[in-house]
């Protein structure tokens, strides 16, 4: 079975900290990605990456960077978190290629919370 | 406009019965997949069913099975003999092969359903 873990389940930080969340898998997966859910919104894509050092932008990428130095980690960077960015964050991955019946697979997620 | 409609924010159904949950899509890609995933409360995402836009028959795993129109662009989830482990977030989602990145996922807003007994 594919294992995504994401470091924390819930996590409290303070307005302008420098917060990262990270999300390892370990099924050799190409592509990796990291959304926010928030009520009524459904799931929003922040960020994208298909290959290490690689990245794309999502839909709401502003207040957000990524890193993806090793294929199994990708790690979502709030460079100076404010109170709009309490969410929950869902980690995913997959393979790449044109198949399209290939899911996501997701972690658990990371209540984040930001006072 | 939405790519994907999920028009029922909440939704209620008796054990043992079997209950719909709405999802419509919009696309000028002719090639395209249509996903439905399960949120527990414990918040993990679960991958329920797949449905390819070329696939000739409607989908099905288990108690579940997608009622795909595709002239329509909706493509329902049907669970069967609901239980009360089925009380979840539902969410579908859609990939447009030939359009962006293949392999990014556009999520509905969800669908809670409560199975009571």
């Known amino acids: 079975d594919v294992k995504v873990t994401q470091s924390s389940r819930y996590l409290v930080k303070r307005t302008g900290e420098k917060v990262f969340l990270e999300c390892v898998q370990d099924?050799?997966?190409?592509?990796m990605f990291w959304y926010r859910q928030d009520p009524g919104l459904g799931l929003r894509l922040i960020y994208f990456?298909?290959?290490?050092?690689?990245?794309e932008k999502g839909d709401i990428p502003e207040g957000y960077s990524v890193s993806r130095e090793k294929k199994e980690r990708f790690s979502l960077i709030l460079e100076s978190a404010s109170t709009n960015q309490t969410s929950m964050y869902l980690c995913?991955?997959?393979?790449?290629?044109?198949?399209?019946?290939?899911?996501?697979?997701f972690g658990d997620g990371t209540r984040l919370s930001i006072l | 406009a939405q790519k994907i409609t999920q028009t029922q924010p909440g939704m209620f159904v008796q054990e043992k019965e079997a209950v719909t949950l709405d999802c419509t899509y919009d696309?000028?890609?002719?090639?395209?997949?249509l996903f439905w995933y399960k949120q527990p409360s414990s918040g993990e995402m679960i991958f329920l069913i797949y449905?390819?836009?070329?696939?000739?028959q409607n989908a099905t795993e288990g108690r579940y099975s997608l009622n795909f129109q595709k002239a329509r662009k909706s493509a329902n989830l049907v669970i069967s003999a609901s239980q009360l482990g089925d009380s979840a977030m539902y969410f579908c989602?859609?990939?447009?092969?030939?359009?962006?990145?293949?392999?990014?996922?556009?999520f509905g807003t969800g669908t809670r359903l409560q199975v009571t007994l």
């Open positions: 995913a991955s997959s393979l790449r290629g044109q198949a399209s019946n290939q899911p996501q697979h």
């Open positions: 099924m050799d997966h190409e592509n």
């Open positions: 990456s298909y290959d290490v050092k690689m990245k």
């Open positions: 696309t000028s890609d002719p090639s395209y997949g």
């Open positions: 449905q390819g836009s070329y696939d000739q």
């Open positions: 989602a859609m990939r447009e092969i030939n359009t962006g990145t293949a392999s990014k996922l556009t």
